[in-house]
């Protein structure tokens, strides 16, 4: 089945840890986004790529890296510099030849800092 | 109502009723929108969409209107079900970079 596959479901990591979050999608489309969302509020968007080796920054993408090495992948590392990692991660991706369409999004990350 | 900011609005119905979710969106220049229901802890769904050519389109049980000249827009579901009880968002997009806004509560009673 085709689909966006987000792993872990839940982690739990120590202050000051990085942490490597996966999205992999087989739906062959080109951008691939990460959003944050905390309790009771929306999708904050963190990074975005819309073709392979190359990604922008959305609205809170300190603390953050990525990487877009192939099209199916774009992990995203909440690294120590992150001052409240505790969040749901969100990875998505759409399609952008042609008329874009919907995002289609994974089941999210999880991400307790204890 | 919705609009991007810290607390998430709620919206109560009676099984059965028709409810109205509406969003404020911010960019005059967004071309495409689009509603999501999400369950708590999942994945947003794909609902609705509308490009800004259109100021409606139908589905099954739901509609979308847009209205540019405010920024507007709204999900009208019709006959609403204890399965629709789930958070709704509204996205618009710009040149692919898709934002979010905060999101309603949808509480549907029996």
């Known amino acids: 089945d085709g689909g966006i596959t987000q792993s872990p479901k839940y982690l739990f990591r120590k202050e000051g840890q990085n942490v490597t979050l996966s999205c992999e999608q087989n739906?062959?489309?080109?951008?691939m986004y990460w959003y944050r969302q905390d309790p009771g509020q929306g999708l904050r968007l963190i990074y975005y790529?819309?073709?392979?080796?190359?990604?922008q920054k959305g609205d809170i993408a300190e603390g953050y890296s990525v990487s877009r090495e192939k099209k199916e992948s774009f992990p995203l590392t909440v690294t120590s510099a992150q001052k409240n990692p505790t969040a749901f991660y969100l990875c998505a991706s759409r399609k952008t030849s042609g008329t874009s369409g919907e995002l289609f999004f994974g089941e999210g990350s999880r991400l307790t800092v204890l | 109502g919705e609009s991007v900011g810290l607390h998430l609005p709620t919206l109560s119905v009676q099984e059965g009723d028709n409810s109205i979710i509406n969003c404020a969106y911010s960019?005059?220049?967004?071309?495409?929108f689009i509603w999501y229901k999400q369950e708590s802890g999942k994945g947003p769904q794909f609902i609705i969409d509308i490009r800004s050519n259109m100021d409606k389109r139908q589905g099954q049980r739901v509609t979308v209107l847009l209205n540019k000249t405010v920024k507007h827009l709204s999900l009208q579901i019709a006959a609403t079900q204890p399965g629709d009880s789930a958070v709704y968002f509204c996205a618009e997009d710009n040149n692919n970079d898709m934002r979010f806004g905060a999101g309603t509560r949808l509480t549907v009673k029996p």
């Open positions: 790529s819309q073709i392979v080796n190359d990604f």
């Open positions: 960019n005059s220049a967004s071309d495409y």
């Open positions: 739906l062959n489309h080109d951008a």
